[in-house]
Protein backbone atom coordinates (compact mmCIF):
# COMPACT_ATOMS: atom_id res chain seq x y z
CA UNK A 1 0.00 0.00 0.00
CA UNK A 2 1.40 3.05 -0.82
CA UNK A 3 1.67 5.76 2.02
CA UNK A 4 3.06 9.31 1.94
CA UNK A 5 3.08 11.13 5.59
CA UNK A 6 4.51 14.63 5.84
CA UNK A 7 5.70 16.24 9.18
CA UNK A 8 7.51 19.00 10.58
CA UNK A 9 5.07 21.87 10.36
CA UNK A 10 4.02 23.99 13.32
CA UNK A 11 4.33 27.70 14.17
CA UNK A 12 7.12 29.80 13.17
CA UNK A 13 7.63 33.67 13.17
CA UNK A 14 8.32 35.89 10.45
CA UNK A 15 11.67 35.16 9.20
CA UNK A 16 12.15 31.79 10.74
CA UNK A 17 12.64 28.42 9.38
CA UNK A 18 11.51 25.24 8.81
CA UNK A 19 12.08 21.56 7.47
CA UNK A 20 9.05 19.21 6.17
CA UNK A 21 9.53 15.84 5.35
CA UNK A 22 7.42 13.58 3.30
CA UNK A 23 8.45 9.83 4.24
CA UNK A 24 7.12 7.30 1.15
CA UNK A 25 6.54 3.86 1.59
CA UNK A 26 4.92 1.31 -0.74
CA UNK A 27 6.70 1.80 -4.18
CA UNK A 28 10.08 2.22 -5.51
CA UNK A 29 10.89 5.76 -4.58
CA UNK A 30 14.02 6.79 -6.04
CA UNK A 31 12.32 5.84 -9.80
CA UNK A 32 9.88 8.58 -9.33
CA UNK A 33 9.82 12.74 -9.19
CA UNK A 34 8.33 14.25 -5.87
CA UNK A 35 6.09 17.44 -5.43
CA UNK A 36 5.12 19.58 -2.57
CA UNK A 37 1.88 21.49 -2.59
CA UNK A 38 0.20 23.99 -0.03
CA UNK A 39 -3.34 25.33 0.15
CA UNK A 40 -3.84 28.39 2.29
CA UNK A 41 -7.17 29.25 4.13
CA UNK A 42 -10.04 29.47 1.23
CA UNK A 43 -7.83 29.38 -1.54
CA UNK A 44 -6.67 26.44 -3.96
CA UNK A 45 -4.28 23.96 -3.51
CA UNK A 46 -0.95 25.21 -5.27
CA UNK A 47 2.26 23.77 -6.74
CA UNK A 48 5.23 24.76 -4.38
CA UNK A 49 8.06 22.70 -5.19
CA UNK A 50 9.25 19.69 -7.48
CA UNK A 51 11.90 17.33 -7.56
CA UNK A 52 12.82 14.87 -10.41
CA UNK A 53 13.94 11.05 -10.33
CA UNK A 54 17.84 10.86 -10.45
CA UNK A 55 19.72 13.15 -11.09
CA UNK A 56 17.14 15.35 -8.76
CA UNK A 57 16.54 18.16 -10.83
CA UNK A 58 14.32 20.86 -9.39
CA UNK A 59 11.79 23.84 -9.92
CA UNK A 60 10.17 26.37 -7.47
CA UNK A 61 7.02 28.49 -7.71
CA UNK A 62 8.39 31.96 -8.16
CA UNK A 63 6.68 33.03 -4.60
CA UNK A 64 8.75 30.32 -3.11
CA UNK A 65 12.20 30.39 -5.63
CA UNK A 66 15.24 31.70 -3.25
CA UNK A 67 13.93 30.56 -0.18
CA UNK A 68 12.53 26.78 -0.19
CA UNK A 69 14.96 24.33 -1.13
CA UNK A 70 13.47 20.50 -2.25
CA UNK A 71 15.42 17.89 -1.82
CA UNK A 72 15.64 13.54 -1.74
CA UNK A 73 17.33 10.87 0.68
CA UNK A 74 16.58 7.83 -1.79
CA UNK A 75 17.93 5.71 0.91
CA UNK A 76 15.55 7.07 3.09
CA UNK A 77 12.38 7.09 1.27
CA UNK A 78 12.01 10.47 1.81
CA UNK A 79 11.68 13.80 0.41
CA UNK A 80 12.50 17.56 2.13
CA UNK A 81 11.57 21.30 2.09
CA UNK A 82 13.67 23.33 4.00
CA UNK A 83 11.88 26.59 3.86
CA UNK A 84 13.83 29.78 5.24
CA UNK A 85 12.84 33.32 5.65
CA UNK A 86 9.23 32.54 5.78
CA UNK A 87 6.41 34.79 5.57
CA UNK A 88 2.51 35.10 7.06
CA UNK A 89 1.86 34.03 3.29
CA UNK A 90 3.59 30.80 3.16
CA UNK A 91 0.96 29.34 6.07
CA UNK A 92 -1.11 26.78 4.80
CA UNK A 93 -1.17 22.93 4.91
CA UNK A 94 1.56 21.65 3.17
CA UNK A 95 1.26 18.51 1.20
CA UNK A 96 3.40 15.92 -0.37
CA UNK A 97 2.40 14.20 -3.71
CA UNK A 98 3.58 11.50 -6.19
CA UNK A 99 2.77 10.24 -9.52
CA UNK A 100 2.73 6.51 -10.05
CA UNK A 101 -0.40 6.33 -12.51
CA UNK A 102 -2.57 9.38 -14.02
CA UNK A 103 -3.70 10.58 -11.02
CA UNK A 104 -1.34 11.85 -7.71
CA UNK A 105 -1.49 10.21 -4.35
CA UNK A 106 -1.56 12.44 -1.77
CA UNK A 107 -0.08 12.55 1.80
CA UNK A 108 -2.61 14.21 4.92
CA UNK A 109 -0.49 17.01 5.17
CA UNK A 110 1.13 19.38 7.27
CA UNK A 111 0.05 22.52 8.94
CA UNK A 112 2.49 25.54 9.05
CA UNK A 113 1.70 28.84 10.66
CA UNK A 114 3.84 31.74 10.17
CA UNK A 115 2.40 34.35 12.55
CA UNK A 116 4.35 36.61 15.02
Known amino acids: QVQLVESGGGLVQPGGSLRLSCTTS????????MNWYRQAPGKEREFVATITSIPGITNYADSVKGRFTVSRDNAKNTMYLQMNSLKPEDTGVYFC?????????WGQGTQVTVSS
Open 26 to 33: GFTFSRYG
Open 97 to 105: NVYLGRDPT
